[in-house]
């Protein structure tokens, strides 16, 4: 097979999905919203190692922005994409419209509890239930064994996986390592709102939560050590600080010393947000 095949209707996906399990494929899935950067590239080259076939779905999802977020300027540039998900050897790019995923008279929403509960949710309310409604529809029309999620968007990665656990889809949630650029940065399609000078004070976002995440590891009191990161990103140059919070790794149920541990952070730099996480050593 060669070639990337484009679809951009449910009925063309199903129909080459049907295709592919006539054959005995095992199939891998990675959903984005396109504008895609080396992080996403990632993801496709581990689900080519999953399964004999990856499809992409590119859809810029407006059920998980609030009226005042970035649906509008969101980056799009589809043809490139395409293009890299051919010279990735991907196998199909799926690009439905709006209308094609939520038609006239849509009136149907998921909401999950548990991962999805503070953080992100204390800042965006709708955020995951938009997530959590896209990516069941998504799994449902391309019905792949399994499907990659960056790291990066941890708490995203936990949702999605109590999302199969609590509706029984049969799909393997695969939890790929972020991507970062030599100074540290994580991917983000949003790194592109970026200038220059913006981007060094982003750099800084990694470093004082790695920080953190040793001094926690150490036995710092958590309270102190994430008031003080907080306070660094303020003074590193970023705008706002949204949180700074240590949780359990599996659950994002509070961190507690005997199981393992996560670090995770959204803070504002101009008028762009940008969210990481890291490990916390040794829990």
């Known amino acids: 097979m060669s070639g990337l095949i484009v ?88 690009t439905p419209g709006v209308a094609e995923m939520y038609p ?26 938009g997530v959590a409604t896209v990516v069941a529809k998504l799994f449902l029309q391309a019905a792949p064994n399994c499907a990659v999620f960056g790291e990066k968007d941890y708490q995203q990665l936990c949702v999605v996986r109590q999302l199969c656990r609590d509706l029984n889809l049969p799909v393997e949630i695969i939890g790929a390592p972020t991507v970062r650029d030599s100074h540290g940065l994580a991917m983000s399609s949003r790194n592109a709102y970026l200038g220059e000078a913006e981007l060094e004070v982003a750099r800084k976002l990694n470093s004082v939560l790695r920080r953190t995440a040793a001094e926690l590891a150490a036995g710092a009191n958590e309270t102190s050590a994430t008031g003080d990161a907080a306070e660094a990103l303020i003074r590193a140059g970023f705008r ?30 101009g008028t762009t947000r940008l969210i990481d996480n890291v490990e916390i050593p040794g829990a």
């Open 7 to 94: 679809v951009d209707t449910i009925a063309a996906l199903r129909a080459q999905i049907r295709d592919w399990r006539q054959d005995g494929l095992r199939i891998a899935m990675v959903p984005t919203m396109g504008a895609l950067h080396d992080g996403h590239i990632s993801l496709v080259r581990i689900a080519l190692e999953q399964a004999e076939r990856c499809v992409v779905s590119i859809f810029v999802n407006p059920t998980q922005f609030a009226p005042t977020e970035d649906l509008d300027k969101y980056p799009r540039q589809l043809a490139r994409d395409i293009e890299r998900l051919q010279e990735a050897g991907a196998h199909l790019a799926f």
């Open 104 to 129: 006239d008279g849509f009136a149907t929403k998921i909401s999950v509890g548990g991962p999805a509960a503070g953080l992100e949710t204390d800042f965006r309310p709708t955020f995951f239930d």
């Open 240 to 269: 706002k600080v949204d949180y700074v919070a240590a949780r359990e790794a599996g659950t994002l149920a509070p961190w507690r010393r005997d199981r393992d541990g996560r670090l995770l952070a959204a803070a504002w730099l």
